[in-house]
């Protein structure tokens, strides 16, 4: 076969750098930062298994990582999606759920592979995992997936479905309600319960709104949160983690009314990595069910907060003069739409 016959039947992968451990440096004083070195072509026989074109995009540590920055890798996926059968995206381990559950919701009807991987370890160490992570990163972004996932150590996961569970190991990810969609070995296995590459059309929304936080409620403390919350003018979506099925401190359900009358949206969540959200079980849940939360049902905390800043976003600017409680409805109605599997099918 010749070089471009070769090249011709190769798949086109995309690779989208923004930083991570696997292109830090040790600073001055010892701590790893952000480095400029060029390492793709380390990677020993990548041009063998993909046609790979690369932007760099950013170098950052993911703890600095932005909804605006999540918005242009998804703007670049979109704007490439043509041409290129699928994409790596290089990211640091801290917050690659968040992304990925990020990108979940903003590109709508993906049928080809988005996979985000980096590393434990900067790629110039002795030892690194990032040569691995991209290799196979690449070669699965060729494969029968058609949607965002992560790929690392030895499994595939669903994006919007995994957390960073391992600050030490090389396998740092898991989806505790899930099996993980693939096995990486000696050779790439597929599982059944993944989403096939399949034809669609593409959509992209990226006009989230970031003013959402998480908070976990806490066991034996005084302090009101709430109420500071309360208060918070710039506050507009709040993920707040129970306990158990989603249980609330009776002490916080004052704070939590005042919160639900600005029509803020509350989605609540549970704080153990399985099953689902049962408000209705005990009446410390029923109490913020019955005030007007909304269950999270079995989304990941990280899931949540993604999906509720796509709700506000895809809510304010579809319709922006729905009176508050009419969005409030509509946000909650967005959470409850499952989006790539990122829950379980409701009645
Ligand atoms: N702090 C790093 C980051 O998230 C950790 C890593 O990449 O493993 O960018």
Redesign the pocket.
């Known amino acids: 076969m010749s070089r471009e016959n070769h090249e011709k039947s190769l798949p086109r992968i995309l690779i989208l750098d923004t930083?991570?451990?696997?292109s830090?440096k040790p600073g001055n004083g010892g701590a790893?930062e952000p480095c400029s070195t060029d390492y793709i072509e380390m990677v020993p026989r990548l041009h063998e298994i993909a046609d790979i074109s690369l932007t760099r995009l950013e170098r950052?540590?993911?703890?600095d990582m932005t909804t605006p920055l999540r918005g242009i890798i998804a703007e670049k996926i979109a704007e490439s999606y043509e041409d290129h059968d699928g994409f790596v995206v290089l990211?640091?381990?801290?917050?690659?759920a968040d992304t990925a559950a990020a990108l979940n919701y903003m590109l709508s009807g993906l049928g080809k592979p988005v996979v985000l991987t980096?590393?434990?370890l900067p790629i110039f160490a002795p030892g690194p995992d990032g040569m691995n992570n991209l290799y196979y990163s690449v070669k699965v972004a060729g494969m029968d997936l058609g949607e965002v996932v992560i790929c690392f150590g030895d499994r595939i996961l669903r994006g919007c479905r995994s957390m960073k569970e391992n600050v030490h190991g090389f396998n740092?990810f898991g989806s505790s309600r899930i099996p993980p969609l693939g096995e990486l070995g000696v050779s790439v296995r597929l599982l059944d319960h993944r989403i096939p590459r399949h034809r669609g059309k593409l959509r992209v929304f990226t006009k989230f709104d970031p003013r959402v936080i998480y908070l976990p409620v806490t066991s034996g403390s005084t302090v009101n949160f709430l109420e500071q919350l309360s208060q918070w003018q710039e506050l507009q979506g709040l993920v707040l983690g129970g306990f158990g099925t989603g249980n609330i401190p009776t002490f916080l359900m004052g704070s939590l009314k005042k919160i639900l009358k600005r029509h803020i949206p509350v989605v609540v969540v549970t704080t153990c990595l399985r099953g689902d959200t049962i408000l209705d079980q005990y009446h410390v849940g029923k109490a913020a069910k019955d005030a007007g939360v909304t269950e999270g049902i079995d989304l990941s905390p990280i899931a949540a907060v993604q999906k509720l800043m796509y709700a506000i976003g895809v809510t304010r600017s579809q319709s922006p003069d729905l009176p508050p409680a009419e969005a409030l409805k509509r946000i909650y109605s967005l959470m409850r739409i499952p989006v790539g599997r990122d829950i379980s099918l409701v009645e």
Do not use: V
Request: proline share 0%; charged share 10%.
């Open positions: 930083g991570g451990t696997i830090q790893l950052m540590d993911s703890t990211h640091g381990t801290d917050t690659m980096g590393a434990q740092a």
